[in-house]
């Protein structure tokens, strides 16, 4: 017997297996894989779902999504509520917002992969930027503050976390400039 797979189920079942317990209460357990590994893997999966969508789906919503604009702001809205620690403490405490971590992540990366091609290179550059800034603003956010933000997790947890968004933002400065400096060719080699 063979069996076949479509690609666009691989995107719906890496959905399931995070949503399971022990691998949500795994990715959960620190505030480390919850907003690097977790949050992000979510998103990745809405992304390729969204490019799964079937071409008459983006012709539908273009007059509502002219240039990528609304897909853009429902993603930066979406992003900007889950990066609160109040957030995160909720998604950790209560079933009704994790539900939610569930369902408004993936169509935050559904919008994203709709919306991002639509948009003009500037306005690209320009939300590049805004992004490594926020891991950077993050970063020394969680490593600079005294006080535990969430309060599910250790101040230990949280420097570590800053310490990683902060690695995260310079790695993603110098490729970039690398990539600007130099071209594509240096990177891709």
Same mark, same amino acid.
């Given at each position: 017997?063979? #069996? @076949?797979?479509?690609? &666009?189920?691989?995107?719906?079942?890496?959905?399931?297996?995070?949503? *399971?317990?022990?691998?949500?209460?795994? #990715?959960?357990?620190?505030?480390?894989?919850?907003?690097?590994?977790?949050?992000?893997?979510?998103?990745?999966?809405?992304?390729?779902?969204?490019?799964?969508?079937? &071409?008459?789906?983006?012709?539908?919503?273009?007059?509502?999504?002219?240039?990528?604009?609304?897909?853009?702001?429902?993603?930066?809205?979406?992003?900007?509520?889950?990066?609160?620690?109040?957030?995160?403490?909720?998604?950790?405490? &209560?079933?009704?917002?994790? *539900?939610?971590?569930?369902?408004?992540?993936?169509?935050?990366?559904?919008?994203?992969?709709?919306?991002?091609?639509? #948009?003009?290179? +500037?306005?690209?550059?320009? *939300?590049?930027?805004?992004?490594?800034?926020?891991?950077?603003?993050?970063?020394?956010?969680?490593?600079?503050?005294?006080?535990?933000?969430?309060?599910?997790?250790?101040?230990?947890?949280?420097?570590?976390?800053?310490? #990683?968004?902060? *690695?995260?933002?310079?790695?993603?400065?110098? @490729?970039? @400039?690398?990539?600007?400096?130099?071209?594509?060719?240096? +990177?891709?080699?």
């Amino acid at each position: 017997m063979h #069996l @076949t797979i479509k690609m &666009e189920w691989l995107p719906v079942a890496a959905l399931v297996i995070l949503a *399971l317990p022990p691998m949500q209460k795994f #990715l959960e357990q620190s505030m480390v894989t919850h907003m690097l590994v977790q949050i992000p893997a979510l998103a990745v999966i809405g992304w390729f779902l969204g490019r799964a969508l079937p &071409e008459n789906w983006g012709n539908q919503l273009a007059p509502w999504n002219r240039w990528g604009i609304t897909g853009m702001v429902f993603a930066i809205a979406i992003m900007t509520y889950w990066m609160l620690p109040r957030a995160l403490d909720a998604a950790v405490a &209560e079933w009704y917002a994790e *539900l939610a971590k569930f369902i408004t992540i993936p169509a935050m990366g559904i919008a994203l992969g709709v919306s991002w091609p639509q #948009l003009n290179p +500037i306005a690209q550059g320009v *939300l590049k930027l805004e992004f490594w800034a926020t891991f950077m603003r993050l970063g020394w956010l969680y490593l600079d503050l005294p006080d535990r933000l969430c309060a599910n997790y250790l101040l230990s947890d949280q420097r570590v976390l800053g310490q #990683l968004l902060l *690695l995260a933002g310079s790695a993603w400065a110098i @490729t970039w @400039t690398l990539r600007v400096t130099f071209g594509t060719r240096i +990177i891709n080699t």
